[in-house]
């Protein structure tokens, strides 16, 4: 079986083909992306109305560029898959529309896949795939959630953010630094050369008992000091940047283990944007490897948004029976949609 996905929930237009053989995990054909990120530098964020016209521009150049590099043809398509949500309502209607005229034109089956469910099931295309269940850490821009995942479409949520995600975390006070957009990978490479104890910032909800998250503090503390350093904040800003990501990684490290620790469970699954920071992957490591925890992360190329992801899940949701792909062609699209709301969508 041959899965088409295409991703379009925020600002990277993502198109790929999976290949399914009966029960085995299904095989990466080609892939393709285009990321809005220069276009939307200029205005320090992404702009809804430009995502969607842009997505509009690039998923077709990009649905073919993917099906020559899989040397497959349109007709070989079996299951057109797209981002129903959660994201951006302009830009999720394009990804939909286009998924569900292909499928219309085609006479072939189509699905909606919730964009974390491609995030978290991402690493299963990586060269060292997870077996369930695990507890799932999903850190993208605008999620921060940890879910005991049991099987394909079967996730508890054990505890998510209160405020800001990670990834607004990382966006938010890389903006206050002037480092631009998209602030995360910016942020985390200044911070390799900054001292992270310079600033004591602090680690919200780290001792609250659950599994929830705030960063919303954070980024005023953050704020707080760069209004302190005035003049200074220029030799100042790579030590002020190590310690932002050392608040917000010792947050997550700790919140994981304290997951993996009520639940039992030996496996921890890493996804979304901020699964690429290496910091986060190197602490996370070194405590699991103590405790005997296996850790998967997707490949680099695929922790942020792709269409890899959306096509893997629509493919593993298949394969596992939990949902039919359709041969109608109505569609909607959800901005909001929690992943625990996801059985029997
Ligand atoms: O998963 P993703 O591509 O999009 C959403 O679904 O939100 O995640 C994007 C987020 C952004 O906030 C970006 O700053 C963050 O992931 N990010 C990083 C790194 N690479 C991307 N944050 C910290 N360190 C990185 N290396
Ligand atoms: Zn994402």
Redesign the pocket.
Known sequence: MIVLGIES??D?TGVALVETAGTQVPVLRAHALHSQVEMHQAYGGVVPELASRDHIRRVLPLAEQVLAEAGCRLPDIDVVAYTRGPGLAGALLVGAGVACALGAALGKPVLGVH?LEG?LLSPFLGQDPPQFPFIALLV????TQLMQVEGVGSYRMLGETIDDAA??A??KSAKLLGLGY????A??RLAQQGDPAAFKLPRPLLHSGDLDFSFAGLKTAVLTQVNKLGGELQARKADLAASTEAAIVDVLVKKSLAALESSGLQRIVVA???G???LLRAQLDAACRKRGVRVHYPELAL???NGAMIALAAAMRLQAGVEQARLSYAFDVKPRWPLDALAGA
Do not use: I, M
């Not at 993208?140 to 999620?143: A, C, L, Q």
């Not at 998209?182 to 990978?185: E, L, Q």
């Open positions: 929930s925020c990277e964009h995030h993208s821009g605008g999620h990834g607004e990382f966006d998209p602030g995360g990978p942020l985390s979304g944007g901020v690429a920071n290496r922790c942020t948004d």
